[in-house]
């Protein structure tokens, strides 16, 4: 009993230890977004060439939402080519890559879109509202929303070609 | 001169109306509490920052935050619904105190729990100790009649 009581405590900080050690290494990025299986909150915001862009009037095409900046960099440079690659490839089939600008200059960000040649829409969330109502913690994140509007996936960090070709083509199969 | 009484009379008409309308406008901004704006910003974690509230962080992504809970007052929402706001969109880490029901009611009462383990270990550690002084002294020789003889006869010898 004595022997016990002696182990007792150091042993009880071994559970504290660990649960500290677990809290202190999660990235707070990687925690599960509620927003995923939810309806996408509407937006409607103007591109840089100056035409309305606006979540609604895609219904019934797989939306991607990425939001991005022009000073995230390596993610953002490196992420970029591949969604032009996607939205080069998927249009076609009904899919469309929609970019959101977040905490930039105007300048910045137009020259990081000619920079490299990006042709799918993009627009400023100049009072980050909408970055607000997708929950970002940074950037980059992308969405991947279905054809009825709900958001399927949310993907924290460059997106590749294959995470692209892999929600296009889970989302593209499905009806409407 | 008609004309010119009707004109008299919409300008009446309308400095009447207008005059109450201007009186009521700045109204509508000081209708925003900046200590509830505070408040609730102080319950919400900064996104981008370590440790901070939305309330302390001077950062853009903060800013905006600010300004939406302003805006949510604005549009009639109170408290609970601002901060459900947000919520719905980060989760509940969003909160820099957890909720104090379901699952993180556990982070609430644990510290408790584990005071009150911590002093039942140190009562038994006490009494452990208590009874080992207890029984130290029982152990201790005791002077015999005999030795008492002894000492008390060395002890006279010794004066003579």
Same mark, same amino acid.
């Given at each position: 009993?004595?022997?016990?009581?002696?182990?007792?405590?150091?042993?009880?900080?071994?559970?504290?230890?660990?649960?500290? *050690?677990?809290?202190?290494?999660?990235?707070?990025?990687? &925690?599960?977004?509620?927003?995923?299986?939810?309806?996408?909150?509407?937006?409607?915001?103007?591109?840089?060439?100056?035409?309305?862009?606006?979540?609604?009037?895609?219904?019934?095409?797989?939306?991607?939402?990425?939001?991005?900046?022009?000073?995230?960099?390596?993610?953002?440079?490196?992420?970029?080519?591949?969604?032009?690659?996607?939205?080069? *490839?998927?249009?076609?089939?009904?899919?469309?890559?929609?970019?959101?600008?977040?905490?930039?200059?105007?300048? *910045? *960000?137009?020259?990081?879109?000619?920079?490299?040649?990006?042709?799918?829409?993009?627009?400023?969330?100049?009072?980050?509202?909408?970055? &607000?109502?997708?929950?970002?913690?940074?950037?980059?994140?992308?969405?991947?929303?279905?054809?009825?509007?709900?958001?399927?996936?949310?993907?924290?960090?460059?997106?590749?070609?294959?995470?692209?070709?892999?929600?296009?083509?889970?989302?593209?199969?499905?009806?409407? | 001169?008609?004309?010119?009484?009707?004109?008299?009379?919409?300008? @009446?008409?309308?400095?009447?109306?207008?005059?109450?309308?201007?009186?009521?406008?700045?109204?509508?901004?000081?209708?925003?509490?900046?200590?509830?704006?505070?408040? %609730?910003?102080?319950?919400?974690?900064?996104?981008?920052?370590?440790?901070?509230?939305?309330?302390?962080?001077?950062?853009?992504? =903060?800013?905006?935050?600010?300004?939406?809970?302003?805006?949510? /007052?604005?549009?009639?929402?109170?408290?609970?619904?601002? %901060?459900?706001?947000? @919520?719905?969109?980060?989760?509940?880490? %969003? /909160?820099?105190?957890?909720?104090?029901?379901?699952?993180?009611?556990?982070?609430?009462?644990?510290?408790?729990?584990?005071?009150? %383990?911590?002093?039942? @270990?140190?009562?038994? @550690?006490?009494?452990?100790?208590?009874?080992?002084?207890?029984?130290?002294? =029982?152990?201790?020789?005791?002077?015999?009649?005999?030795?008492?003889?002894?000492?008390?006869?060395?002890?006279?010898?010794?004066?003579?």
């Amino acid at each position: 009993m004595k022997k016990l009581v002696r182990w007792l405590i150091p042993l009880s900080a071994i559970p504290v230890l660990i649960l500290l *050690a677990y809290g202190f290494r999660v990235n707070h990025r990687d &925690i599960p977004s509620p927003l995923v299986g939810r309806p996408a909150q509407p937006f409607t915001l103007t591109s840089f060439s100056g035409e309305p862009v606006s979540l609604e009037t895609l219904r019934g095409k797989v939306v991607v939402v990425n939001f991005w900046a022009s000073w995230c960099y390596p993610a953002c440079y490196e992420e970029a080519p591949a969604l032009e690659r996607g939205w080069r *490839a998927y249009r076609d089939r009904g899919l469309v890559v929609v970019g959101i600008d977040i905490q930039d200059r105007v300048e *910045a *960000a137009q020259k990081f879109i000619r920079e490299f040649g990006l042709t799918f829409p993009n627009a400023q969330d100049v009072s980050g509202k909408v970055s &607000i109502d997708y929950g970002v913690y940074g950037v980059p994140e992308t969405f991947f929303v279905d054809k009825r509007g709900q958001i399927r996936a949310k993907h924290v960090g460059a997106v590749t070609d294959a995470v692209f070709r892999q929600h296009a083509e889970t989302l593209l199969a499905e009806g409407s | 001169m008609s004309s010119a009484r009707t004109l008299l009379r919409v300008l @009446v008409l309308v400095l009447a109306t207008a005059a109450p309308v201007a009186g009521q406008q700045p109204a509508t901004p000081a209708a925003i509490d900046e200590k509830e704006v505070y408040e %609730i910003a102080s319950q919400l974690r900064c996104v981008v920052c370590q440790n901070l509230s939305v309330a302390d962080s001077p950062s853009e992504m =903060a800013q905006q935050m600010r300004e939406l809970v302003r805006e949510r /007052l604005r549009t009639g929402a109170n408290r609970e619904q601002v %901060i459900q706001y947000f @919520v719905d969109r980060y989760g509940e880490w %969003i /909160l820099l105190a957890p909720k104090r029901s379901g699952f993180t009611l556990l982070v609430w009462i644990f510290p408790f729990v584990a005071v009150a %383990i911590g002093l039942l @270990v140190v009562a038994v @550690v006490v009494r452990g100790w208590k009874r080992t002084a207890a029984a130290t002294p =029982a152990a201790r020789p005791v002077l015999d009649t005999e030795m008492r003889e002894r000492i008390r006869r060395a002890v006279e010898a010794e004066d003579a």
